[in-house]
Nanobody
Framework: QLVEFGGGAVQAGGSLRISCATS????????MGWFRQTPGEEREFVAA????????NYSESVNGRFTISRDNPNDAVHLQMNALKPEDTAVYYC????????????????????WGQGTQVTVSS
């Protein structure tokens, strides 16, 4: 029900935008998040946005470089990634959690019951 796209390979310092679209149901009333994972590591929080889009949160490692946004009329969430570093290489996952009327964000992967299949982002040095 969540599909990520836009991943790929980019050189360090470059930019990439990945997106998450829904299929079969709307996630307009859901808080959304982006996580990433590398082999052998736990899933790591990257960014989150509330259902209205008025609240956002970022991990320290991406704060100032990544921007999360959402387009509720089109049921999509985006992650604009700038100044990419090799350590940003990972599979990136989109996640959703019902939250309305609370306009909140969630940072833990355990608070998200819905996940996409992931999209690979590779940053070369």
């Amino acid at each position: 029900q969540l599909v990520e796209f836009g991943g790929g390979a980019v050189q360090a310092g470059g930019s990439l935008r990945i997106s998450c679209a829904t299929s079969g149901r709307t996630f307009t009333n859901y808080a959304m998040g982006w996580f990433r994972q590398t082999p052998g590591e736990e899933r790591e929080f990257v960014a989150a946005i509330s259902w209205s889009g008025s609240k956002t949160n970022y991990s320290e490692s991406v704060n100032g470089r990544f921007t999360i946004s959402r387009d509720n009329p089109n049921d999509a969430v985006h992650l604009q990634m700038n100044a990419l570093k090799p350590e940003d290489t990972a599979v990136y996952y989109c996640a959703a959690s019902a939250s309305r009327p609370r306009d909140v964000t969630f940072l833990s992967p355990y608070e998200y019951p819905y996940w996409g299949q992931g999209t690979q982002v590779t940053v070369s040095s």
